[in-house]
């Protein structure tokens, strides 16, 4: 049996100020991280955790207690939406980050950010087995007014798109 990875960076880090508390909390859920003070570089060595378990009593200390609340965010109105969804009494929020995703946050940080242009997000995939799926990788580009990713599959379709019209350059 074959183990899949994707280890995956963030670029450039990420000021503390520019993330409210909640999002703060599921990125650092999500990803590994370095730096806390200033400046927070996040990274996966193996995946981003797309699965968090978070307390009810938490989340609403984050949300409530922000100084710099962005009750419009993305992040901010998906958990609103999750906690709304939970039987009385729950205390546990379970979010699907793979549904969620972290570009919209990234996005929202980039909007309110000044000293932010974009955050790039590298992704290699990976396979201790040499299986024709396990291997390649993504970029993502957020900026305050798009997202746009490309792997490597559409990478390779758009190169014989331009080489059969003629288009891309010879080496």
């Not at 993330?19 to 730096?35: A, C, N, P, V, Y």
């Not at 709304?84 to 729950?90: A, I, R, S, V, Y």
């Not at 997202?147 to 003629?166: C, P, Q």
């Amino acid at each position: 049996m074959a183990d899949y990875h994707s280890p995956t960076i963030v670029r450039p880090d990420i000021p503390r100020s520019a993330m409210t508390l909640l999002e703060h909390r599921l990125l650092i859920g999500m990803f590994s991280f370095e730096g806390e003070e200033d400046a927070i570089y996040f990274f996966a060595e193996d995946y981003v955790n797309d699965l968090l378990h978070l307390r009810v009593s938490e989340v609403l200390w984050l949300m409530q207690s922000d100084p710099n609340p962005d009750p419009a965010s993305y992040a901010s109105r998906t958990v609103s939406e999750a906690l709304d969804k939970l039987d009385p009494g729950e205390d546990e929020l379970a979010l699907d980050m793979s549904v969620i995703g972290y570009d919209d946050i990234f996005q929202d940080i980039v909007r309110r950010c000044d000293a932010l242009d974009d955050v790039e997000v590298v992704t290699a995939w990976t396979c201790t087995k040499m299986q024709p799926d396990g291997f390649g990788g993504m970029a993502t580009l957020i900026t305050a007014d798009a997202i746009a990713s490309m792997n490597t599959g559409s990478f390779l379709e758009e190169a014989r798109a331009r080489i059969k019209d003629g288009v891309a350059p010879k080496n």
